[in-house]
C-alpha cells in the first residue's frame, strides 16, 4: 500500500463493524457472497452499535454491496449525532465467496477439512482458531476453493487482492477528504462480515492480530497514519454493549 500523508496528526481510525446476525446465521448455513437479511435480533444489533458509536463523526462510511452489510451500515449511521456521510460500497468488502458450499449447512464446509488436519468439529469456534494456527489464511481459503466441487469459491490470492484494492480506496479517499477538511484526527466507518475481516486484521493487523473472534456487531479498530496500521482492538464488545436499549 502507498503511503500517503493524510494531513491527520493523529491519524485515521477505521471502526470496522461485522454485520448484525442473519437469517443463515442462526440456521448454521455458509453465507459468503450468498444473501440472507438480517433477524430481529440482527436489526437490533445493528441500531444498538449505532448507538455506542453515535457519538463518533466519520467522515467516510464503507461497506460490503451485499444487503446485510449495507443495511447494517445505514442502520448504524441512522444513530449517529454528527453529520453523517453518503455510504460508499466496495465489493472488495464482501465475505469471502464460498462457492458451492453456499446455503448449506456449514458443516460441509469445514467437516473435511477438520478431518484431514485432525481438529474436532466441536466446540467449532475454538477449532477455528485452531485451524488458523495450524493452516494460516492462504492454506485455508485455497482448500476451501479446493474442495469446492463447483469451482466457485475464491483463492486466497483472488481474496487478497480484492481487500487491498478495498483498502487502497478507503485509504486514498479518507486522506484527501481529511486534507480537505483540514482535520488532525479522522474517523472511518467500515462493514464487512467475519472472514473477511479477520483476513483484514491479519493482513494489516500483522502480529497484533491474535486471531480473537469476531461476531456479529463488534468493532475493531485499526489506526492508519504514514503508511502504517496498528491494530488497537479485535472483536470489540464494548461499543455495542454502550448502546444497550
Known amino acids: 500500500m502507498e503511503s500517503l500523508n493524510c494531513g491527520a496528526q493523529s491519524g485515521i481510525k477505521l471502526y470496522i463493524v461485522r454485520h448484525g446476525r442473519t437469517v443463515f446465521n442462526i440456521e448454521g448455513k455458509t453465507q459468503g457472497f450468498s444473501d440472507s437479511p438480517l433477524t430481529d435480533e440482527g436489526t437490533k444489533q445493528a441500531i444498538q452499535i449505532g448507538r455506542g458509536l453515535s457519538d463518533i463523526e466519520f467522515i467516510k462510511a464503507f461497506s460490503g454491496n451485499l444487503e446485510r452489510q449495507k443495511s447494517t451500515a445505514k442502520y448504524i449511521l441512522s444513530q449517529n449525532k454528527n453529520k453523517i456521510p453518503p455510504l460508499t460500497e466496495l465489493y472488495g468488502l464482501r465475505e469471502w465467496s464460498f462457492g458451492g458450499f453456499e446455503g448449506k449447512p456449514i458443516f460441509n464446509m469445514w467437516e473435511p477439512i477438520c478431518k484431514k488436519h485432525n481438529v474436532p ?62 482535520s488532525n484526527s479522522a474517523n472511518v466507518l467500515i462493514v464487512s462480515s467475519g472472514m473477511m475481516i479477520t483476513t483484514m486484521l491479519h493482513v494489516f493487523g500483522k502480529e497484533q492480530y491474535k486471531g480473537e473472534i469476531i461476531t456479529n456487531c463488534s468493532a475493531s479498530i485499526l489506526k492508519y497514519k504514514d503508511g502504517k496500521f496498528d491494530l488497537e482492538a479485535a472483536g470489540d464488545l464494548s461499543f455495542l454493549e454502550r448502546g444497550a436499549f
Request: net charge negative; with cysteine.
Open 121 to 182: 468439529m466441536e466446540e467449532m469456534k475454538k477449532n477455528y482458531k485452531k485451524l488458523i494456527e495450524i493452516l494460516g489464511y492462504k492454506e485455508l481459503a485455497d482448500e476451501i476453493y479446493a474442495n469446492d466441487a463447483d469451482k466457485k469459491a475464491e483463492n486466497y490470492d483472488t481474496i487478497f487482492k480484492r481487500l487491498n484494492e478495498a483498502m487502497d480506496e478507503i485509504i486514498k479517499v479518507s486522506c484527501e477528504e481529511c486534507a480537505k477538511l483540514k
